[in-house]
């Protein structure tokens, strides 16, 4: 069976007219030979009655203590929702559909409520349902322990589920819908000139995806990746092609190539970040102190990043809400620390980066035109990282938007 797997998110579901052009968009990938299965995000975001944050504002100002058992049973009623209204809106357009929850599909996770991995798809009830003729709707978001317990996959955790579908179906594709018009080059809520890139490869975007993109996410890129499955990101409002994610090695194949002639693919950030200053001793005890230091952060459960070393002086990053807690763990170890909160990351993703001499120069003269501070700076073979501060953020995404040339 030439399986497709195609994926609404919320903004995708929240009418009858919306759910009516989504099942246009399954029944022609049917007329187009393929079979397709379906997976639902809730429908709608915040504020919206089925929403799952509307869901978890139900609970979370009065009842703090909901063990995260229950709390991921709340959380999955929103893709049941949602599943079942877009199998009945495929039914009574003429065409047999089946809703399967996560369990019901054999999304089967590790026991980690809130953030669950996926550990198997035992898919035999959508082959079962597809092979009887059904259309298959699956709820994302969800799955089920071995033992039966209900789980959530994260924020975003609808992508996964559709990656380990088309993994565990061998799908043709797994079409992630959404309301962009694919990839783009940047958040086009920040950048009005962002352009939708028609190929980026697997390593590009889970590149962009961990630096902030949310657009797809990272372990569904991880997921597809494994076993070569092309995702594309496309809009539930229009019909334009949308971004096809596929190996590098596919895109060379073509005549013109295309991920090479691009040193930069696309900017992307994070905000809501730490930047911490510790003074050390450069020799002796300093360096038993500075041992002493991460093993600390470490046993305190805080994660670290954008980690600079120098002699005398070690820079990182914490998230903010965790701020306080590691000036803390900091002191009791003997350390003052410098702290800038409110900083954002903001970073450039190209795969044609790797070796390219003067881009780290282009960043630098990008942001220094538009008076941006640069709090730290980072690299590796396909990512730059500048941290400014958060009132900067967007004009730094703007910025090296422009520097890049990505809006032609
Ligand atoms: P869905 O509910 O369909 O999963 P998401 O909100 O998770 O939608 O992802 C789509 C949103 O991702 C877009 O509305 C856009 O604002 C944001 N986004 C951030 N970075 C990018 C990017 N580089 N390309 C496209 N969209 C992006
Ligand atoms: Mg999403």
Not at 130 to 148: C, L, M, N, P, S
Not at 154 to 173: F, I, K, M, P
Not at 185 to 209: F, G, M, N, S
Request: charge should be negative; hydrophobic fraction near 45%.
């Amino acid at each position: 069976m030439k399986y497709i797997v195609l994926k609404f998110g919320g903004t995708s579901l929240v009418s009858p007219e919306l759910r009516e052009r989504v099942a246009g968009k399954i029944i022609a990938a049917k007329d187009e030979g393929y079979v397709p299965v379906v997976v639902v995000s809730a429908i709608g975001r915040e504020g919206d009655p089925y929403a799952t944050d509307t869901l978890i504002s139900l609970v979370k100002q009065t009842y703090h203590d909901l063990p995260a058992r229950e709390m991921d049973m709340l959380m999955s009623c929103g893709e049941i929702i949602s599943g079942v209204v877009m199998a009945a809106t495929l039914q009574a357009m003429g065409y047999p559909a089946v809703f399967l929850t996560g369990a019901q599909a054999g999304i089967i996770t590790d026991r980690n409520y809130s953030g669950a991995r996926i550990l198997q798809v035992q898919a035999k009830n959508v082959t079962r349902y597809t092979q009887e003729g059904y259309i298959v709707v699956v709820a994302g978001f969800q799955g089920t322990t071995e033992d039966g317990e209900i789980t959530t996959l994260g924020r975003g955790g609808s992508d996964t589920t559709a990656a380990a579908l088309g993994v565990a179906l061998n799908a043709v594709y797994v079409d992630i819908y959404t309301d962009v018009d694919g990839i783009m080059t940047a958040d086009p809520r920040i950048v009005a000139e962002a352009k939708a890139l028609e190929v980026i490869t697997y390593d590009e975007i889970c590149h962009l995806a961990h630096e902030g993109a949310k657009v797809v996410h990272p372990r569904a890129v991880e997921i597809a990746m494994q076993k070569s499955i092309p995702l594309r990101v496309r809009s539930t409002f229009s019909d334009s092609p949308g971004t096809l994610v596929t190996n590098s090695g596919e895109v060379y194949k073509g005549t013109i190539d295309i991920t090479k002639d691009r040193i930069v693919t696309g900017i992307t950030y994070i905000s809501g970040i730490a930047q911490f200053i510790v003074r050390i001793g450069a020799t002796g005890e300093g360096l038993k102190q500075q041992r002493r230091m991460f093993r600390a952060l470490a046993l305190a459960g805080i994660s670290i990043d954008f980690i600079n070393i120098l002699p005398e002086v070690v820079l990182f990053t914490v998230k903010d809400d965790v701020a306080e807690k590691a000036v803390k763990v900091l002191e009791n170890t003997g350390y003052m620390s410098e702290v800038i909160t409110g900083c954002a990351k903001v970073s450039a993703v190209g795969a044609g980066m790797s070796g390219v001499p003067g881009v780290i120069a282009d960043i630098v003269e990008a942001l220094t035109k538009d008076d941006i501070q640069i709090l730290q700076c980072n690299d590796s073979h396909t990512t730059v990282w500048v941290l400014v501060r958060r009132e900067e953020m967007e004009k730094a995404v703007r910025a090296l938007h422009r520097q890049f040339k990505l809006d032609q």
